[in-house]
């Protein structure tokens, strides 16, 4: 019970620190600088997009940083494939550029744990042996079967 208020916590907390740092990028762009003027609402709102876009920002935050701003809210991307929602869609790309589940999970700030029936479950969804097993050629077509 202890450990699920905890991670509903650091889930909180993660949200709260993801807005707060749309927030302060959209404000500092708009504020004047030393070595810049500050950008126009209009030219603000068009960088946080582009940090939407760039991974820097999710679409939540920057359509709250927006909407508060009083900005137009970028239009939604088209439906991810198989209907993963934007954070899968994170979690996937960290996984193919070959971090570990913890490092997977520092970066989003949060806990991500799979149990191995759940791992199971993800595999056999994707067509691909569970975890434990040797992945052969037919199971993944075109790639080796060592490392290279």
Same mark, same amino acid.
């Given at each position: 019970?202890?450990?699920?208020?905890?991670?509903? $916590?650091? %889930?909180?907390?993660?949200?709260?620190? =993801?807005?707060? +740092? @749309?927030?302060? #990028?959209?404000?500092?762009?708009? *504020?004047?600088?030393?070595?810049?003027?500050?950008?126009?609402?209009?030219?603000?709102?068009?960088?946080?997009?582009?940090?939407?876009?760039?991974?820097?920002?999710?679409?939540?935050?920057?359509?709250?940083? $927006?909407? %508060?701003?009083?900005?137009?809210?970028? =239009?939604?991307? +088209? @439906?991810?494939? #198989?209907?993963?929602?934007?954070? *899968?869609?994170?979690?996937?790309?960290?996984?193919?550029?070959?971090?570990?589940?913890?490092?997977?999970?520092?970066?989003?700030?949060?806990?991500?744990?799979?149990?191995?029936?759940?791992?199971?479950?993800?595999?056999?969804?994707?067509?691909?042996?569970?975890?434990?097993?040797? +992945?052969?050629?037919? #199971?993944?077509?075109?790639?080796?079967?060592?490392?290279?």
């Amino acid at each position: 019970m202890l450990q699920q208020r905890l991670l509903t $916590l650091r %889930a909180v907390v993660a949200d709260c620190a =993801r807005l707060l +740092a @749309a927030a302060d #990028a959209y404000h500092a762009m708009t *504020e004047d600088r030393p070595h810049r003027p500050g950008l126009s609402a209009a030219a603000a709102a068009s960088q946080l997009v582009e940090g939407l876009h760039a991974g820097r920002f999710d679409r939540t935050e920057v359509d709250a940083v $927006l909407a %508060a701003a009083g900005q137009a809210s970028p =239009r939604p991307r +088209a @439906a991810h494939p #198989a209907g993963l929602t934007d954070r *899968e869609i994170q979690v996937l790309r960290l996984i193919a550029r070959g971090r570990a589940n913890k490092q997977v999970a520092a970066a989003l700030g949060t806990v991500l744990s799979l149990s191995g029936r759940e791992q199971t479950v993800l595999h056999r969804e994707q067509g691909r042996p569970g975890p434990g097993r040797s +992945a052969s050629r037919s #199971a993944f077509p075109g790639t080796p079967t060592t490392p290279p």
